[in-house]
């Protein structure tokens, strides 16, 4: 981009900030025109109706949140489309794609149709909703999928609410074989939980969380995803990974999968982090995990950045 800009005129004119970019962090003026980024370098020259200090700030692009949970319809009384979309846009964040799981779920053209009516007028950023999956509308995933403001299909392959569970290989494979956009997946093996459920049952405390919904659980369903994935030829996302073995079954199949991570996996350890705070841990010493937060520390200093970086 020019480093000076004497003729133009923007909407707003965002200075002297150090702008957080690809490359990396640079001292520029941002030029926003029609509210678009439209100019980036030295625009001491250039007019603008509205002009921002930024000098000692950090000035980062909107965010995309792939993932939030705003409970409308069912659940209002945690969050709704409203308050949602107004706390994400406080957040720096400027697009949401929000998930199936409220009651009713998101599992039929109609729902999809109640949530789109639900937000208009309310919404303060961007906003696309995901489908659910369940056992009982995968022949109907290719057609829900191409809705207008649908983000794609979402798959609970571990417990979630209501019929919003898809746990084995043979309907899962009726969901990858309708449709073809990329799937969103939580990835925990059903069959694991349940087995592994008297020790949540028996703690009757937080700190058994990682130790239930161990490493292995999320490990058992990447695989699975991964091989669908391939007999398909679909692209999966994988949401909240949480250990480190996960990344490493991830980084040898870039082509068909991507990942997202949460901060707090990165900085938070169990069980130190259960006798310290109320909400329930995640990893523990030896790489298990399981609900935010996960990472453990062995891992940090392995992966330190937990591979976030790198993809397709």
């Known amino acids: 981009m020019s480093t000076a800009h004497p003729e133009l005129r923007f909407d707003l004119i ?3 900030g150090v702008l957080v970019t690809p490359s990396g962090r640079i001292h520029a003026d941002v030029g926003a025109r029609s ?15 509205h002009t921002l200090d930024a000098r000692g700030q950090h000035v980062l692009p909107g965010v995309i ?3 939030v949970h705003f409970r409308e319809p069912g659940l209002t009384h945690k969050e709704d489309l409203a308050t949602g979309t107004a706390g994400a846009v406080l957040g720096g964040v400027t697009a949401v794609l929000e998930m199936p799981n409220t009651d009713p779920p998101t599992t039929s053209a109609a729902a999809f149709a109640d949530k789109i009516a639900r937000l208009r007028g309310r919404a303060r950023c961007d906003v696309a909703f995901f489908v659910g999956a369940t056992a009982d509308n995968t022949g109907e995933l290719a057609e829900l999928e191409m809705l207008p403001g649908c983000a794609g299909v979402k798959v609970f392959m571990g417990s979630s609410t209501g019929s919003l569970l898809v746990a084995d290989d043979e309907t899962l494979a009726e969901v990858f074989a309708s449709g073809r956009r990329r799937i969103a997946l939580h990835a925990e093996d059903e ?8 020790i949540a049952v028996a703690a009757a405390h937080p700190r058994a969380h990682p130790e239930w919904r161990d490493a292995e659980t999320a490990q058992r369903a990447t695989w699975r995803a991964l091989a669908l994935a391939r007999r398909f030829g679909r692209r999966v996302h994988l949401l909240h990974v949480s250990s480190a073995d996960e990344l490493d079954i991830l980084d040898e199949c870039k082509d068909v999968a991507t990942f997202e991570i949460l901060p707090q996996y990165l900085t938070l350890v169990a069980p130190e982090c259960v006798r310290s705070r109320s909400r329930p841990p995640c990893s523990s010493r030896d790489g298990r995990r399981r609900a935010p937060p996960r990472a453990h ?9 937990g591979g976030a970086a790198e993809g397709p």
């Open 14 to 16: 965002v200075r002297g």
């Open 35 to 49: 509210g678009r980024i439209a100019a980036i370098g030295d625009l001491s020259g250039a007019a603008a109706a």
């Open 65 to 67: 949140d792939a993932q």
């Open 191 to 198: 069959d694991r939980l349940r087995e592994r459920k008297p």
């Open 297 to 305: 520390a062995a891992e940090r200093r392995r992966n330190p950045r």
